[in-house]
Each structure stands twice: as C-alpha cells, then as structure tokens.
C-alpha cells in the first residue's frame, strides 16, 4: 500500500478577493504563505517525508510548496484546476447565480465537467503512484478537483466534510495492484487557528 497526500495551495489574491480562479493565477497573499509554512511544519511534526513531489503547473501551487520544501519537485498538468473558461476572473457569486439558473452549466457554458475532471486527476494520479520507489507522495494541488476527486473515491465519507480551507490536506491510500484509492481522511486542524477570509462563502460545493 503506497501514501498519498493530496494539498490545496495557500490563500491568493483571487481567494481573497472571491473571485473565480480556475486555471489563472495569482499570488499568495500573506494568509497564504503563513497557511503553507503551517502545512510543512504539519509534515514535520508528523515526520512524513516524501519519495516524490509535485505539482500542478500553475505558480500558486509551485509558491506553496517553495514556503516549506526546497527539494526538487515535478509538474504535472493533469492536477492544475477546473477550467472556468471565460468567467475567470469574475466574482464567485456572480459565477454561483449563473449555475443555478443553467441547466448542465458545466457543459453548457464552457465549464469543464466533473467526468473530465476526475478521469484527468485519477489518470495523472495513476502515472504517479505506479512508478517504482514512490511509496509516499505530496502532490500540491487545487480545491476544486481535489473536492471532486475525493467526492468520487468516497462520497458518503465528503458529505460529512464541509468547507475546505486553503492548505487543507487530502490522505489517501493507493493500492497499486488493483488501482484504487482509499480516501483516509481530511487533515485541516494546522490551519483552523489561521485568520481566513472564506471563499464561496455559504456555498461549500465549489472551492477553488
């Protein structure tokens, strides 16, 4: 049984602001930065070292990681953010009233689907946790396909999760031999005493 730790980049400027992300990009904010020193400091205090590391190839999350790891790391593409397409860049609630009021939003409006989101994730995660020697993995990523992913690997489990914060961490299990994932748990405790100002604020689906 090999370990995956799955965490969502430090607060941004979007973040902040409540603005839709997806896969444009922004800055840590100073939230941000102290949210990922908490990360590695959880990983220290746990003594959880890793094989491999990676992450998308969005800067933010490549920012999270330099605030804790100086080790060499590895982009992949597959665990950047779902794509919002043109309502990057808008408020969030305005992006929320436009869903609500569309039938098959993410397709109709140039959203990229759950479908496409989860297949992308499991077969980047997949080529990842197949190659020999990575029994511990630390991949940075993003809290929309993170929250999808994880809603797939075990939905009864995420119905008893609610907001995620930045910096939250996602702990699975993968069995190589059959190729699933075990969702452990969520581990948010190192960032619950950080000042945040929420995102997506009453609406816990949609963390970016």
Same mark, same amino acid.
């Given at each position: $049984?090999k370990? %995956? ?7 941004? %400027?979007?973040?902040?602001k409540e ?6 990009? #922004? ?5 941000? *930065?102290?949210?990922? @020193? ?10 959880? =070292?890793f ?6 190839d ?5 920012e999270? %990681? ?22 990057e ?5 305005s992006l929320?009233?436009? $869903? +609500?009021n ?6 109709? %409006? ?9 297949k992308?994730?499991?077969e980047t995660?997949?080529?990842? $946790? ?9 991949v940075?990523?993003?809290g929309?396909?993170? =929250? ?10 995420? #119905? ?5 914060p930045?910096c ?13 994932? @075990?969702?452990i748990?969520? *581990? @948010?405790?190192?960032? +619950? ?5 929420? *995102? ?8 970016e």
């Amino acid at each position: $049984m090999k370990k %995956l730790y799955i965490l969502r980049h430090g607060q941004t %400027l979007f973040n902040q602001k409540e603005m839709v992300q997806g896969q444009c990009d #922004s800055r840590l904010t100073d939230l941000g *930065i102290r949210q990922s @020193d908490a990360a590695g400091q959880y990983f220290k205090d746990q003594n959880i =070292r890793f094989d491999t590391v990676y992450t998308s190839d969005l800067p933010r999350t490549e920012e999270t %990681l330099e605030q804790f790891y100086t080790g060499p790391h590895k982009r992949r593409k597959g665990f950047r953010e779902r794509s919002y397409g043109v309502y990057e860049g808008d408020s969030n609630l305005s992006l929320i009233n436009i $869903m +609500a009021n569309a039938k098959n939003a993410y397709g109709v %409006l140039g959203i990229e689907t759950d479908d496409s989101l989860v297949k992308r994730m499991k077969e980047t995660l997949e080529e990842v $946790m197949d190659q020999p020697g990575n029994d511990t993995v630390l991949v940075v990523s993003h809290g929309d396909i993170m =929250r999808t992913f994880a809603d797939w690997v075990d939905e009864k489990k995420m #119905s008893e999760y609610g907001f995620m914060p930045n910096c939250a961490i996602f702990e699975y299990d993968y069995d190589e031999k059959t190729k699933t994932f @075990d969702l452990i748990g969520v *581990i @948010d405790q190192h960032v +619950a005493d950080i000042k945040a100002e929420t *995102i997506w604020k009453n609406f816990k689906k949609n963390e970016e």
